[in-house]
């Protein structure tokens, strides 16, 4: 993970304008731009290995992005939006979106009861770092929070297994076996894939907002 690199005052953050700045350390990686079986194996056991140190941990971040992956509210907001805006001009060209994810998504809410931990938050494939076809880190840690690892699981994977417009079920296979390599979680396959849809019609709310 990027490390905070102090100024000459010692401290972490400069105020300018209102405005607060940071510097982060540079890690070295490549750029990587086309996703296949090796790389999702990888990020699949990073994101284990993450998991399965936030679990030990007793801690709750001093910073959070208010009702982030609270589906339900993101949907309330979409819907008020909606009818808010029902006579623009706008609302012509995206309502057969907003049917289609209201239509839907009610399918995929995960349990209420589900155990949480910290997990990452925002897992997407440009968070990893590779280098010479591994990970060499994780980055975005501001989105850090406590919930199920289905979240960071559903979030981790749409990203990483769209081929086009199409879900690649070996890409996926790859990156559950890299998970499970490191962490051994009890969730079938089918609640994963659920996930996957939930967070997938989340941020498309969220888009269309």
């Not at 994780?138 to 690892?149: H, L, Q, R, Y």
Request: with cysteine.
């Amino acid at each position: 993970a990027p490390k905070l690199v102090p100024n000459r005052t010692s401290t972490y953050f400069i105020e300018s304008k209102g405005d607060l700045s940071r510097v982060l350390n540079y890690i070295e990686h490549d750029d990587v731009s086309q996703i296949n079986e090796d790389y999702a194996f990888e990020a699949g056991k990073t994101l284990g290995k993450l998991h399965g140190i936030l679990a030990k941990f007793d801690y709750k971040p001093k910073f959070k992005i208010e009702h982030f992956h609270d589906t339900k509210k993101i949907i309330d907001n979409l819907n008020n939006t909606v009818e808010n805006n029902r006579y623009e001009y706008k609302y012509e060209c995206v309502k057969e979106f907003h049917r289609f994810i209201t239509d839907r998504i009610e399918q995929y809410h995960l349990p209420e009861n589900l155990p949480k931990q910290l997990i990452h938050g925002d897992p997407k494939f440009d968070n990893f770092l590779f280098k010479n076809d591994k990970v060499v880190a994780m980055v975005d840690f501001d989105t850090i929070m406590s919930g199920n690892v289905l979240i960071d699981l559903g979030d981790a994977f749409r990203s990483l297994c769209k081929s086009g417009l199409e879900f690649d079920e070996k890409i996926f296979q790859a990156g559950l076996e890299g998970y499970f390599k490191e962490n051994k979680i009890s969730y079938s396959t089918d609640i994963i894939k659920k996930s996957i849809s939930l967070i997938t019609l989340e941020l498309a709310a969220r888009f269309l907002i």
